[in-house]
Each structure stands twice: as structure tokens, then as C-alpha cells.
């Protein structure tokens, strides 16, 4: 054993420095985290049903009752449920409303022209700081109301935290199957394709077989299904060519990529055909499914928590489990090791890479599902490039291109990453040519860590060695 | 021309060579004969710049030389031509010729030049090779006079053959050997190492013999009582008792009493090509069949097919009567057999992982709970029962296997069959590479398992390993079983190699 230099302070740090080396990914996640929050650093005015509550608390202390209130928002949703969430707190109190504008300063203008018409008066206006300052506003002469303002990361909010992760989840979940094929040495290009295959498929069912507008959940379930196995049947397909043929699995999923985006863009053609009765123009539309159902998946939620998000984090825990616990995980792991002595030690290698392949498809389709059900139809073009982020997530997560290493986790963080500096770029106003930069030279990053890695390690197994070696009789 | 003086070299638990001195003149070839892991290789790493010498001095053409790498030795003038071929098959062979070698000018291929030189070359070598033949479509005995002819492009003053005939037919062989003569008369010298005796016999001047990485003898053949071709004939016997030297000592450990029960594996009519002709043998339960030959001579297919790791042309195995499938390791694994790899590393564990999950892998049935997922608890239970007992040394449980020394490696391999209850152990170099405190160890549980009933198949290219451990030994040679020694434990060891090196065919179980 080495000599410890340093004596304690030394070992504390090395064993600090051992650690984040372990957890590198996580270590420039929170990073990133912390850049991005930095650089978003600005007066937040947040329109919720909750500073909307406040201002009517407001409006009630500084009034005598009785006192009539204008309520002025915008045309949105949130302004909706902010003003909703003002006129309720001021229904509870002993306020009047005197009258509600959703729009520009004109209508502004045009309401208070109106209420004054009418012989009433308006004690006060509550709003929040965009409006505040409008003109009519300010200069109606009736005392102001607005939640105050406060300093706080734009990154850092739950709605933009939650609105990253639920952009992103559909790249996640590819990532989980890929991350099993990187496992096994191999690669998948054609997760983008099944993806939009899946989602074109389960769409154009979900029309033609299952009653369209009138599609029973059940139906609209089978559809769904019928997208996903559409994918998995596809990564059986590149299973089969790189086991049987062996064909590298580049090009055995090249092949499919290409096979599959065409599928795609061939069954939305002839759909539109059909609902136009023939001679529709060959450019491929999104299948629209009519069945409001169907948007369920990709745009609602549970608990505040979008159901992609949802989805997302079953399946990683799933697959996590799948590969820690059960005996497939451990053969995934010895195939990507070292193929030849896990056929010498009993692994059924063939079955274990046409599973890998299979569940890589699925895991594709689910992606293309929760995609269509997102936009309410199936695109054809979804998901082009996606093979190429979702590979640098993988390995951004810290998984070896050369097989054997990674881990469900860190892919989950790896999507993370790519997805925080994607939003933190956008927020900090990056335009999208130096994004590609940005990207590109962190996968570069990753890609040289993940060459260093082995020597680090076997800096270290040496010193390991020489430590346990067994003495010479 | 080389002088090596005192070189010494240790690798962990193995001291591969201890203080050889050894010269080459101008126009000489030496011979080198030794057992396997007699410090052959080693001695050429380190005369060809792979490897640095622990002690001791290298003179070459008259100056102390310390080569850093491979390149710089072959800056200087030393050629090596290895087992493995080099060629680049998609390519010609005047590409190959040339290829690394800097011949362009300016980088530009020098190609009207180049097939000037390729035609010389290959003159010189007496070969009839269109330079522009892809190097694909040359036989291997060809393809090996391109690897020579590559080696003589750079003017080699000093051309290393490490077993250059293995790949190579009688015929092939014997032009190989008139070409390295040639060489020599041109003033060149070279070192030739190999198994067969004929073929040093026939090319070397000199013979040094090296034995446990000690330079044992060394035979001069010029002199006095040369003959017709200007050298002494060679005295083979004299040759082999050097290389095996030793007596068998206690290094084993004693046999159990447990006895040799009724036919467990029976072998019949195993053939594969070239490798395997028609190879059949039974084991008995109790009993340790010690498989010996020169590398090469297909005793690991041998195993392989067995083991359903490789595909025979013919023949059948039985075990316990019951006629075996051989068409998967998995197949194997189910039926009792199992396999200690030759390459531990290669074949034998996925490195990546931990001791524990290596020794789980093909357990993992045994661990499993409904719905395919692993019993941790009842997994890290065997494994620490196997690692108390073999005493495999580990810093923490979850160390990655390639951490270990190749001892505790071994011992996983040999934990995971135990664990598995195997009933036919196939052992293949089992102590390849491991020091001699685990060595022991091994032999013990080599032998245990065998006083259980097991029937061990154990292949080793050291004589005394499989000489000491065995109640039987075949002798392979070229992939035919060439004769068998009843008695290993009184055999004498340079009869044994002599059956190994073909010198002697008949069936005679030798005693000393």
C-alpha cells in the first residue's frame, strides 16, 4: 500500500475526490443546475392561483367595504386561473366585482369606459406587474393592486423544472433501452423511426379500426399497443440480423431506421388518401385522432405531475430493477463484459441480444405513443435525430460504448444533463447555432472521459493488486 | 553480434528469467529450445524492446543497447516474425511488403520502385508470388513467407523466429528453414525458436537451452565431429533431458484414497479438421485424466467440443452412458460438465464485474425467485461459503474480478463449478500464470474434486504438473492421441516429450 501523504486531511480528500469521480454525471448535473440558475437570475411575477389569493387579501385590507374591484388579466391560461383565484379570494371578503377584462390595454380602456357609462364606480384594480403597467391602468385613478415581485431563478421554478423534464421525457425513455443495447457493445440507430412508426400506427388504428372520434378507451388502448409492438417487432428484426446474420448492429439498424421512417411516412400517405378519397398530395400530414381521450397520456397529469413525467419514472424504476435484481440484468451485463466467457459460463447470449434489441423497440414505440398522444396524432417526421441525442444521454451518463458498463441511473441523469443545458441555453437566450456547439462538444467531453476512464481504473486496480496479492510460499 | 549478459527478469510470484548470458555472431543461428514458460518469450520481448530487463546488460554490434520500444529495436536492425501473422489480408503483397515502412517519397508511394523490390525480396526467398496477389488468397505457408520477406525488407541485422512453422506444412516448413540458412550465409544472424527438434536440428549452429529461466545448456554443433553440412548431428535425447531436467518432486499434494470408480465420460471418434482426429478416451469417476502435448496439438478443441464450445465434424460423448447434444456450453453446463478456460481472462470471466457475480453467472438459476429475479441473499451466502473455503482474497465483496491475482481469479472459476456440482470438470492450463503458493492450492482442489467422484480432464503443457496430478495421461500429438502412460508418477518426463514432439510413436508407457 502506498504511503498516505497528507495524513488525514489528505485521505478525507482523496476519498471526497474518489467519490465524485464515482459520481462524476451527478457532479455535473448539479453543476449545470447551479449555471443555469446563476444565468437566470431575474424578478420573477408569478401569475398563480396563489398570488391571486394574495392580492385579493390585499385588496380586502385596503378597502372599505363596500368596494367594487376590476379584475385585469390577459388572454391566458394562467391569467385565467389567477383572476379566477382573485375573484374567489374577494367572493369570501366583502368586495364587489365591478368587472373582469381578459386581453389588451384597449379592452381596459373600453371596460372602465363601460362601467363608468353605466353610473358605477371602481374602487380598485387588481392585476398583476405586466398589466400594472399598462396605460389605461395607471392612469384610471383608482388605486392599484399587484402580488409583489421577488428575485428568484427563472430555472429553478417547479413549472420550468417540471416543464424540462416532461419535454424531455420521451428522449428518457429511449434512452433506457438503449442504454441496454450500449450495454451489450451494440448500438441502435433506428429509435427515432420506430419511434414515429409506432406513432403513426397506433394513430391510423385508432382511426380506421377502433372508431375514430367515437373510440372507446379500450380501443384507443389497442391502438396504443398494436404502435408499440409495431417497434418491438422492429428491434427484433435488428436483434435477428446482428445474432443470426451477424451483421454489425450499425448497420443492421441503419437499415431499420431507414426501413422504418419510410413505413411511417407510407402508412400516413395512404391514411390521408383515404379520408380524402384518393388523389391527396403525397406530402405526409400528421394523422389527426379525433378521440379527445387519446391527448390523455401525453397531456395530462397526476397530482401536478405530467403523465410523461409519470411514465418516465415507472419505467426507470422498472428497468433499474430489471437490471439489478433479476437474472437478465446479470446477463446483459456479462454479453456487454465479455461475450465469449458468458457463452462459456452459460448465458444464452443469442436470446439475451434479441431481448435487448426487442425492449430497445419497445421502449422506442412507447417514446412514439406518448409523442402522438402529446399532439393528438400521429407525426411521420417525429423523432428524426433522436437516435443521435438519445446515444449521447446514454453515454453523457456514463455507460461504455465498448459494453460491459453503466447504469440505469446514471442514463436517467445523462437525459437529464442534456435536457438541462438544452433549457438553460434557451432561457439564457443562446441562439440555437451555438446550442449545436454547446452539444457537441460536451458529448466530445464524454466521450474522451469515458476513454480515460479504463487507465484511471487500472492506476488503481495496480495499486489494488499489489495490496491483495497472494505472498509466495 | 547480440550479447545478453546476465539478464534477469521477475513478474509476480514468477521469476522468468534468472541471469541468462547468451550470443549471437554474425552468420550464426541460434537455436532456443525450453519448455513452455521456460523463459523463452521473455528473453525475446526483451531482446526485441517489448519488455526492459530487470538486471543485467544488452551489447549489440558492439554497443550497450537499452531499447525502448519495439520500433527502436527495429531501427536498429532487429527483426521479429511472431506466431500470429501480421499482414493485412485485404491488401497485396507488395502493400504489405511496404507498409509502415516509410518507403515513399514525399508521401507519395514509390509503386514502380516497390515492385522492383517486392519481385527482389521474394526472388531472394525462392517464392513465386505475384506481388500483387491479395494476401487473402495466399496460403498460410505463403502468407508466413511474406511475414520473412516483410522482416528482410528492413535489412534486418538480426532476425528473431518465434516458432515461425506452426501454421506451416512439412513442405512449407522445410523451405521456411532453407531461406533462414540463406540468410545466415549472407552474414545475417538469427535466433530460431521452436518445439520441433527436427527443425532446429536442421537450421541451428548453435542450441541454447533454457529450463525454469535458467540457461541450462548450450550445444555447438561446429567443431571436429561435424558432417556433411558442417555440423555435428544433434543428440535429441541429450536435448530433451535438458528441457525437462528436473525430477518430480513433492510439490503435489498426496492423493486421496477415495478410489477410481466405473466410466463416467466416454470419448469416441472426436474429429475437426486438421485440429482433432479421432480422439477417444473414457474417464472414470475419482479419476484425473492428464491430457499432455506441445502446444498446438489440439488438446484444448479437445475440451472445447466436450464442452459444447466448439463443433466436431464427428464423433460422440457420453456421460454416465447418456449420450450428450454438444451443441451449447449452456447444454454442457446443464448436464454436469464444466470448463476452467486455458484464457482466464478471455474466456473465463467478464472482467468488468465483481468476483461475486462472475462466480454467480452461470449459478444464477440456482439463486432465482419467481419471475427471473436474483435471491441476493442466498447468492452472497454460496459465495462467501466458497470464499471462506477456497480462500479467495478479497479488499471488498464487490472488487471487480480483474483486480485479483490470477490465483484468486482461478479460484472463482473453480468456486463457480463447485457451487454448480459439476460432474465432469474440464481443466484447461488451470495454473497458467499463478504463483506458486495458489498453484498448491489448486492441485488440492483439483484433486478433491476428483475424490468426489468427478471425473477431471487435465490439460497441461508442463510435464510435471500433468505427470504429478494425473492417474492417467494421454499423450497428444498433431490431434491424434499418440500414446498413454499408465503410471505417470514413475514415467520419465523425456519420454513423454518425446511422444508430444512425434519423435516417438508407438504406445509405450515408459518407466524410469
Known amino acids: 500500500m502506498p504511503e498516505e501523504k497528507g495524513g488525514r486531511a489528505g485521505r478525507w480528500r482523496r476519498r471526497l475526490l474518489d467519490v465524485l469521480g464515482r459520481n462524476l454525471s451527478v457532479v455535473v448535473l448539479v453543476l449545470l ?123 429553478l421554478t417547479a413549472r420550468n423544472l417540471l416543464n424540462v423534464v416532461n419535454q424531455n421525457a420521451d428522449i428518457a425513455i429511449i434512452a433506457l433501452g438503449m442504454t441496454l443495447v450500449i450495454l451489450t457493445a451494440g448500438i ?39 404502435g408499440v409492438a409495431a417497434a418491438a417487432l422492429g428491434g427484433l428484426l435488428s436483434g435477428t440480423m446482428v445474432t443470426a446474420f451477424r451483421v454489425p448492429p450499425f448497420v443492421a439498424t441503419l437499415g431499420l431506421m431507414m426501413l422504418a421512417r419510410g413505413l411511417a411516412l407510407i402508412l400516413a400517405v395512404g391514411h390521408q388518401r383515404r379520408l380524402v378519397g384518393g388523389g391527396a398530395e403525397g406530402t405526409p400530414e400528421a394523422v389527426r385522432v379525433e378521440a379527445a381521450v387519446f391527448a390523455w ?148 467531453a464524454a466521450v474522451l472521459l469515458d476513454r480515460l476512464q479504463p487507465k484511471i481504473a487500472s492506476r488503481r486496480a495496480r495499486m489494488t493488486r499489489a495490496s491483495t496479492s497472494t505472498p509466495v510460499q | 553480434m547480440l550479447e545478453l549478459q546476465r539478464i534477469s527478469k521477475s513478474y509476480p510470484g514468477v521469476d522468468a528469467l534468472r541471469a541468462v548470458s547468451l550470443a549471437v555472431g554474425a552468420g550464426e543461428v541460434l537455436g532456443l529450445v525450453g519448455e513452455n514458460g521456460a523463459g523463452k518469450s521473455t528473453l525475446i ?18 554497443e550497450p543497447a537499452a531499447f525502448a520500444s519495439p520500433a527502436d529495436a527495429r531501427a536498429r536492425g532487429i527483426a521479429v516474425i511472431h506466431q500470429e501473422l501480421s499482414l493485412v489480408p485485404q491488401l497485396s503483397v507488395r502493400e504489405n511488403l511496404f507498409l509502415g515502412a516509410g518507403w515513399s517519397r514525399r508521401g507519395i508511394v514509390r509503386r514502380r520502385w516497390e515492385e522492383r523490390e517486392a519481385r527482389c525480396l521474394l526472388g531472394l526467398l525462392e517464392m513465386d508470388i505475384d506481388p500483387d496477389t491479395r494476401c487473402s488468397e495466399l496460403s498460410l505457408g505463403a502468407r508466413q513467407a511474406v511475414e520473412i520477406a516483410k522482416a528482410l525488407a528492413l535489412e534486418p541485422r538480426l532476425l528473431i523466429l518465434d516458432e515461425p512453422t506452426a501454421a506451416l506444412s512439412p513442405r512449407e516448413a522445410r523451405a521456411l528453414l532453407c531461406q533462414v540458412r540463406e540468410l545466415a550465409r549472407q552474414g545475417a544472424a538469427a535466433i530460431y525458436i521452436s518445439h520441433r ?154 472482467l468488468s464485474r465483481s468476483a461475486r457475480a462472475n462466480f454467480a453467472l452461470p449459478n444464477l438459476d440456482r439463486f432465482r425467485r419467481p419471475g427471473g429475479v436474483v435471491d441476493r441473499r442466498r447468492e452472497g ?104 502412460i499408465a503410471d505417470p508418477a514413475r514415467a520419465d518426463p523425456a519420454g513423454v516429450l518425446r511422444i508430444a514432439a512425434g519423435i516417438e510413436r508407438s504406445e509405450k508407457p515408459s518407466v524410469a
Open chain 1, 33 to 155: 443546475c447551479l449555471i443555469s440558475s446563476a444565468a437566470t437570475w431575474r424578478e420573477q411575477n408569478p401569475i398563480t392561483s396563489r398570488s391571486g389569493a394574495a392580492v385579493a387579501r390585499q385588496v380586502l385590507e385596503a378597502c372599505q367595504a363596500p368596494c367594487s374591484v376590476l379584475i385585469v388579466a390577459r388572454d391566458t391560461e394562467a391569467d385565467r386561473v389567477f383572476a379566477a383565484a382573485i375573484e374567489q379570494g374577494l367572493d369570501a371578503g366583502a368586495a364587489r366585482i365591478a368587472g373582469r377584462v381578459f386581453g389588451q390595454p384597449r379592452d381596459v380602456r373600453l371596460e372602465l369606459e363601460r362601467i363608468v357609462g353605466a353610473g358605477a364606480s371602481v374602487d380598485a384594480i387588481a392585476t398583476h406587474r405586466i398589466a400594472s403597467e399598462w396605460g389605461p391602468v395607471r392612469t384610471a385613478g383608482t388605486p392599484v393592486f399587484a402580488p409583489g415581485s421577488y428575485h428568484w431563478p427563472t430555472f
Open chain 2, 197 to 350: 527438434l527436427e527443425e532446429i536440428e536442421a537450421v541451428a549452429d548453435r542450441v541454447a537451452v533454457l529450463r525454469d529461466g535458467e540457461l541450462v545448456r548450450s550445444i555447438d554443433r561446429r567443431g571436429p565431429a561435424a558432417g556433411d553440412d558442417g555440423l555435428a548431428p544433434l543428440d535429441r535425447d541429450e536435448l530433451i533431458e535438458a528441457m525437462v531436467g528436473r525430477s518430480l518432486s513433492a510439490e503435489f499434494p498426496p492423493r486421496l484414497p477415495a478410489g477410481i470408480g466405473e466410466t463416467r465420460l466416454e470419448v469416441r471418434g472426436l474429429s475437426a479438421g486438421r485440429r482433432v482426429r479421432d480422439v477417444s478416451f473414457d474417464i472414470r469417476r475419482g479419476e484425473i485424466l492428464g491430457l499432455a502435448g506441445l502446444v498446438g496439438a489440439g488438446r484444448t478443441d479437445v475440451a472445447r467440443m466436450i464442452f459444447g464450445a466448439a463443433a466436431p465434424d464427428r464423433g460422440e460423448v457420453r456421460l454416465d452412458g447418456t449420450r450428450l447434444e454438444l451443441r451449447s456450453p449452456r447444454q454442457a453446463i446443464r448436464s454436469g460438465i464444466c470448463l476452467l478456460p486455458e484464457d482466464r481472462r478471455g474466456h473465463g470471466l467478464v
Open chain 1, 188 to 226: 441502435d440507430l433506428s429509435v427515432g423511426s420506430l419511434l414515429a412508426l409506432a406513432g403513426v400506427i397506433a394513430a391510423v388504428t385508432a382511426q380506421e379500426w377502433f372508431g375514430g372520434a367515437a373510440a372507446s378507451p379500450a380501443g384507443l388502448l389497442a391502438a396504443m399497443l398494436l
Open chain 1, 297 to 444: 397520456l401525453g397531456n395530462g397529469a397526476v397530482l401536478g405531475v405530467p403523465n410523461p413525467i409519470v411514465l418516465m419514472l415507472v419505467l426507470f424504476v422498472a428497468a433499474h430493477l430489471l437490471m439489478t435484481r433479476t437474472m437478465f440484468g446479470r446477463y446483459v451485463y456479462a454479453v456487454g463484459g465479455n461475450v465469449e466467457a458468458a457463452r462459456l459460463s452459460g448465458v444464452p447470449v443469442t436470446a439475451v441480444l434479441l431481448a435487448v434489441y426487442c425492449l430497445c423497440g419497445a421502449f422506442a414505440g412507447l417514446a412514439g405513443i406518448v409523442d402522438a398522444s402529446r399532439f393528438e396524432g400521429g407525426r411521420p417526421n417525429a423523432g428524426e435525430l433522436y437516435e443521435l441525442q438519445v446515444i449521447a444521454a446514454v453515454v453523457v451518463g456514463g455507460a461504455s460504448l465498448a459494453g460491459g458498463r453503466g447504469r440505469i441511473a446514471g442514463t436517467l441523469i445523462g437525459a437529464m444533463i442534456i435536457a438541462v443545458i438544452q433549457n438553460g441555453l434557451n432561457i439564457a437566450g443562446v441562439a440555437s447555432y451555438e446550442q449545436k456547439v454547446v452539444f457537441g462538444a460536451l458529448i466530445l
Open chain 2, 381 to 484: 451466502r454460496a459465495f462467501s461459503r466458497w470464499r471462506e473455503q477456497l480462500d479467495i482474497r478479497l479488499v471488498r465483496a464487490g472488487q471487480r474480478v480483474a483486480t485479483l491475482s490470477g490465483g484468486n481469479q482461478q479460484k472463482v472459476v473453480i468456486a463457480r463449478w463447485l457451487e454448480r456440482g459439476a460432474t465432469v470438470v474440464l481443466c484447461d492450463e488451470p495454473t497458467r500464470g499463478i504463483d506458486v503458493g495458489a498453484r498448491y492450492e489448486i492441485y488440492e482442489w483439483i484433486r478433491r474434486m476428483a475424490s468426489e467422484g468427478k471425473a477431471v480432464l487435465l490439460i497441461s503443457s508442463e510435464l510435471e504438473e500433468v505427470l504429478g496430478m494425473s492417474d492417467r495421461v494421454l499423450v497428444m500429438h498433431e490431434g491424434r492421441i499418440r500414446g498413454e
Open chain 2, 45 to 62: 520481448r526483451i531482446v526485441s524492446g517489448a519488455e526492459r530487463p530487470d538486471g543485467g546488460r544488452i551489447g549489440f554490434e558492439g
